[in-house]
């Protein structure tokens, strides 16, 4: 079994729907990171985070520390953010451990 | 710079040849790592520089795989006689710290493909 579950694996959305990308971990983390990566390649960090919930624009993240879980959900999509999703944990203070990604395609 | 910069954006090399990966991290940035990325799998981590700290290599898939970095500076990543499973992304990043706390920034990566 991976440390780290993202579900689903690919998701398609009409613009403007709300979108829920989940991840889930095996073993106790201290931290969190969703990773957005383009069709080229980059990677950009959207959020890092150890409890609670946060938001930028569009986008939300919240963390069940105790459940082991993690949601993504980005409001009102838009075919821009057709992307990769990544959750990565934080299971040491050197390395991220990665999610397979969550392919995103959202249609006009 | 303003973000993590990686050369060459693009690497074709034909098999048996050296290779050599450029990462330029965030200025004031102590932590450093490289990860890979082959077609269609995840991320998998190859090494991390902390600062002066010896580095954790722990990710390095065999020995023709080195990497280097002087100080918080530039990082060069090493492969030598290239294999055709050696064809992957190779992204870098860098973080004030450890990933613990602080958030990592990606470059664009180098697409390596061997031939």
């Known amino acids: 079994k991976n440390e780290v579950e993202q579900s689903p694996q690919n998701l398609t959305a009409q613009e403007g729907e709300f979108i829920t990308i989940n991840c889930s971990y095996s073993?106790?983390?201290?931290?969190l990171h969703w990773l957005q990566q383009h069709p080229g390649g980059g990677i950009v960090s959207l959020f890092m985070?150890?409890?609670g919930k946060k938001k930028h624009g569009r986008l939300i993240a919240t963390i069940n520390i105790q459940e082991k879980h993690s949601s993504l959900h980005i409001t009102a999509s838009h075919p821009r953010d057709s992307a990769v999703y990544i959750c990565?944990?934080?299971?040491?203070?050197?390395?991220?451990?990665f999610g397979s990604g969550t392919q995103l395609t959202v249609l006009p | 710079g303003a973000g993590v910069s990686q050369s060459p954006s693009n690497k074709v090399t034909e098999k048996g040849k050296d290779v050599e990966l450029r990462c330029d991290p965030i200025?004031?940035?102590?932590?450093l790592y490289w990860y890979r990325q082959r077609l269609g799998q995840g991320l998998e981590f190859l090494i991390y520089?902390?600062?002066?700290?010896?580095?954790?290599k722990s990710g390095l898939p065999s020995d023709r795989f080195s990497a280097e970095r002087t100080g918080e500076s530039v990082s060069t990543l090493t492969i030598q006689r290239t294999q055709q499973e050696d064809s992957a992304v190779y992204l870098c990043?860098?973080?004030?710290?450890?990933?613990?706390?602080?958030?990592?920034?990606f470059g664009q990566g180098t697409r390596l493909t061997v031939v």
């Open positions: 990043a860098s973080s004030l710290a450890t990933v613990m706390n602080t958030e990592a920034f």
């Open positions: 073993v106790g983390i201290s931290a």
């Open positions: 985070l150890s409890s």
């Open positions: 990565a944990v934080i299971l040491s203070a050197r390395q991220l451990t």
């Open positions: 200025s004031g940035h102590t932590a």
């Open positions: 520089f902390q600062g002066n700290s010896a580095p954790d």
